[in-house]
């Protein structure tokens, strides 16, 4: 950027010209407006580092401040009226977003995120034509023709032109991957125009593909009461319960239908239908790369629908995802009691709250949940989570047997991280035959879960038990995951135990190359480069492991090793 390298130029003169005693000086105790022009290049490029700080560590309320205050002082920078507009809208600050978007289309025309927020505003103050305006102006793309499909349908649904409305859903029906979204749209839009014949068939041929899901559910449930067939939706809501990610929408809706209360339907206006939109989107951008665009458009969907409580857990996750944990804890908050999500943003506020490192305050906000509702499967499990992560072993086994006694009869493949968690913790506790028990039951019920495999296959081999079998399970976890350092180690460390050090050698170094500074994999590989020969190469592999900061009692081995070697009263060569 020319003007920060003019402000580090300008700068680095006024050091030099101090350091000489050159700087102007006044005697009258006037600014020089020399002075005052460097200051103000060097204001400049503070803010534009400070943007650059924060974005880097996805601060985005304050990447989008400190970038608004480099484009006030530089407002013909293209770059950095970029970044304001991202950021502004990406920390939710649609409205001032919103005014960014202006000045970004002034620029570049078809600009497709500024577009997108200008249709959003004009969404929000119910001003349809001017949705369809701005969509019909953004440039078009594989992605965005989905969306831009969408919000132009529901615009138009606001216009009274089912027409227009139809034939947006119907042209995404010729993208790929877009059938079951665009016909839950097709469905909730019939909905909320009052075809219910179109609604009902739509709505169950989402359900018999397969798209069953809490936004789905709720919807057609909800549709369903307010038709008055209470045994239909009955049906529903019963069937979904054996689901966990539908059980608290099942469960609100068996306690509605009992109460007699009529629902709305679950999208009341097209403000309501362009965020659920935004939101199905988002929801599918899951890999790491797209985080940034998931949290833009859930911040979009959440200023249509501040209400939109599924969504701000879809935001609130993404957030975690970026380690951004007390961001996440602020969005969990606006999640009312009233709601379905209540309980499960409150488990995961103590979970954010422990991984901020404020153990006491996540097991007292758990506990107090725990006690409420003693049924809770997820916060005794939160709550052994938390107790592990303290190495308060028997307290988190203690824990994880509320969650696994209420299990019952439901015991499936999804759950076998709870009985691993609880071996973790019986093994700290030095129960190894529970923790045993536990990782087989795992095992059981996830024979190719590569962590598992490696746990249970280490633990043997360490204590020189069933070798034959833990090293098929952890030759197998290896092909599973050949990518995993610590894996590599466990089938090295095997192969050492069985005395095929050529095999151990190679794994091992493998495993060093995949996790380079572990200090136990460099103490292994040392061994068995000493019993192959190599034994320079072992104490150079010791040395290495000592200076990555082994545990006190593993440091004193490796020393010995170093000094007598693995053979007794040989010395390394």
Not at 18 to 32: I, L, Y
Not at 39 to 53: H, I, K
Not at 196 to 205: L, N, R
Not at 215 to 228: H, P, S
Request: aromatic share 8%; proline share 3%.
């Amino acid at each position: 950027m020319r003007k920060a390298t003019i402000a580090i130029l300008g700068m680095a003169l006024l050091l030099g010209a101090c350091a000489t005693g050159g700087a102007n000086t006044t005697t009258t105790g006037d600014v020089n407006p020399g002075t005052a022009a460097r200051d103000a290049d060097a204001a400049e490029f503070g803010n534009y580092l400070s943007a650059r700080f924060a974005a880097s560590q996805h601060n985005l309320r304050d990447a989008a401040q400190y970038y608004r205050a480099s484009l006030n002082a530089d407002p013909q920078n293209q770059q950095l009226l970029a970044l304001a507009f991202f950021f502004t809208t990406s920390s939710g600050d649609i409205d001032t977003a919103a005014k960014l978007a202006q000045q970004v289309v002034a620029l570049t025309p078809g600009d497709r995120a500024a577009r997108l927020t200008l249709a959003v505003a004009a969404l929000k103050h119910k001003d349809y034509a001017e949705v369809r305006k701005q969509i019909g102006l953004s440039e078009k793309g594989p992605f965005t023709s989905l969306t831009i499909g969408l919000i132009d349908g529901w615009a138009a649904a606001g216009t009274g032109d089912k027409a227009a409305a139809i034939a947006d859903l119907a042209s995404l029906r010729a993208q790929g991957g877009a059938d079951a979204l665009s016909m839950f749209h097709l469905a909730l839009l019939a909905d909320y125009l009052g075809d219910t014949q179109v609604a009902e068939t739509s709505y169950k041929t989402v359900l018999a593909g397969g798209g069953a899901s809490p936004r789905i559910v709720d919807a057609y449930g909800r549709f369903l009461e307010r038709q008055g067939r209470k045994d239909d939706a009955v049906a529903l809501y019963t069937r979904m319960q054996a689901e966990p990610g539908l059980k608290q929408i099942a469960d609100t809706g068996l306690e509605r239908v009992k109460s007699g209360k009529r629902p709305d339907a679950l999208v009341t206006s097209p403000a309501d239908g362009a965020a659920e939109a935004l939101f199905g989107i988002a929801a599918s951008l899951t890999d790491d790369a797209s985080a940034d665009v998931s949290i833009l458009y859930m911040r979009l969907a959440l200023y249509l629908r501040p209400g939109l409580d599924l969504g701000a857990v879809l935001l609130a996750d993404r957030l975690e995802n970026l380690q951004k944990y007390e961001d996440a804890i602020a969005v969990y908050t606006t999640i009312d009691k009233k709601s379905p999500y209540w309980r499960m943003a409150a488990v995961e506020i103590a979970l954010d709250e422990a991984r901020l490192g404020n153990n006491a305050k996540a097991e007292e906000q758990l506990k107090a949940l725990t006690a409420a509702n003693p049924q809770d499967v997820e916060a005794w499990t939160a709550l052994g989570d938390t107790y592990r992560s303290e190495s308060k072993f028997a307290e988190a086994a203690e824990a994880y047997n509320h969650a696994v006694d209420l299990l019952g009869t439901a015991d499936k493949a999804s759950n076998w991280p709870l009985y691993f968690a609880r071996a973790v913790s019986e093994e700290g506790s030095k129960n190894w035959s529970a923790a045993e028990l536990d990782l087989k039951r795992a095992l059981q019920l996830a024979p190719n879960e590569p962590t598992l495999l490696n746990y249970l296959g280490y633990s043997w081999v360490d204590q020189n038990r069933n070798i034959p079998e833990a090293l098929a399970m952890l030759e197998k976890a290896h092909t599973l995951k050949p990518t995993d350092g610590y894996i590599a180690d466990s089938v090295g460390w095997a192969y050492y135990k069985v005395g095929r050090y050529a095999d151990a050698a190679r794994t091992l170094e493998k495993a060093v190359e995949l996790v380079p500074g572990d200090p136990t994999i460099n103490d292994h590989l040392g061994d068995a480069y000493w019993r192959v020969g190599r034994r320079r190469e072992a104490e150079f592999q010791w040395n290495h492991a000592l200076a990555f900061g082994p545990s006190d009692a593993d440091k004193a081995v490796i020393e010995k090793k170093l000094k007598d070697g693995l053979d007794a009263g040989a010395k390394p060569n």
